[in-house]
């Protein structure tokens, strides 16, 4: 994730749709202030991280834990007052409720604030071979998806089930939309992106959706097929 207080931007990385990508470009543009969290280094590819690691404010996450579970046993609050002790205001893919904990809501709310989505099965399809890629006996796709942890992240740029960032840019558009980003921000550069985290999914990809993938995907993405318009490709079947 990115925080840039120069131009006055929040980015919301989500998986699998260029992050890490747009991360790097957006990092050489968002000022020396900026918060910019780590993340696996990809060979070759020039990034860095600064300003994440610090002391923070934690009462805001463990006062709202408390008000639910009446106790510090939530993993919220565990979550928060360990990243304190570790100085860990800040991490790659986080959700934007924790963005607004730490960095306030004034600023979140001031800022112009976006994220990036995919369509579902394609999402699907590149996580699966992201997630396996250290697998010698990976396993077939159709059997992988019943029971994977697919890569909903409709939680990281949402709060109480409603999108919370000012925009939603398309994987499918990722050029024209990050180009509208820039002109949002009045930042006139050209959007030139480093390939990070890529090469994982094989040419001429294999994999194949049958009826329970699709409904298992389906299911899944149900928040982002019906708020985005995304096809159900299991409808029907």
């Known amino acids: 994730m990115i925080v840039s207080h120069q131009h006055k931007f929040i980015f919301v990385k989500t998986r699998k749709t260029a992050g890490t990508s747009i991360e790097v470009f957006l990092s050489s543009l968002a000022g020396p202030d900026a918060v910019v969290t780590p993340f696996t280094v990809s060979e070759g590819i020039d990034h860095h991280p600064r300003n994440w690691h610090r002391r923070f404010n934690p009462w805001p996450e463990v006062a709202s834990r408390l008000r639910r579970t009446r106790s ?10 360990a990243d304190l002790r570790a100085g860990r205001a800040f ?41 396996t890629r250290d697998d010698p006996d990976r396993p077939p796709f ?9 890569p909903s992240d409709w939680d990281l740029y949402t709060i109480d089930d409603r999108v919370a960032v000012d925009f939603v840019g398309r994987f499918e558009s990722l050029q024209a939309d990050l180009e509208r980003v ?10 030139e992106l480093p390939r990070a985290k890529g090469g994982f999914r094989p040419q001429g990809d294999p994999v194949r959706f049958d009826a329970g993938a699709n409904r298992r995907i389906a299911a899944v993405f149900a928040r982002e097929i ?12």
């Open 72 to 81: 510090l046993r939530g993993s919220g609050a565990r979550g928060a007052l």
């Open 91 to 131: 991490y790659n893919h986080m959700p934007a409720r924790l963005i607004i904990a730490r960095l306030g809501r004034r600023v979140w709310e001031e800022y112009f604030t976006f994220c990036f989505e995919r369509d579902p099965w394609e999402k699907t399809a590149s996580w699966y071979w992201f997630a």
């Open 142 to 150: 159709d059997r992988w998806v019943r029971t994977a942890e697919l």
């Open 182 to 191: 820039l002109s949002i921000l009045g930042l006139d550069v050209p959007v």
């Open 226 to 237: 019906e708020t985005f318009g995304y096809p159900d490709r299991s409808a029907g079947g």
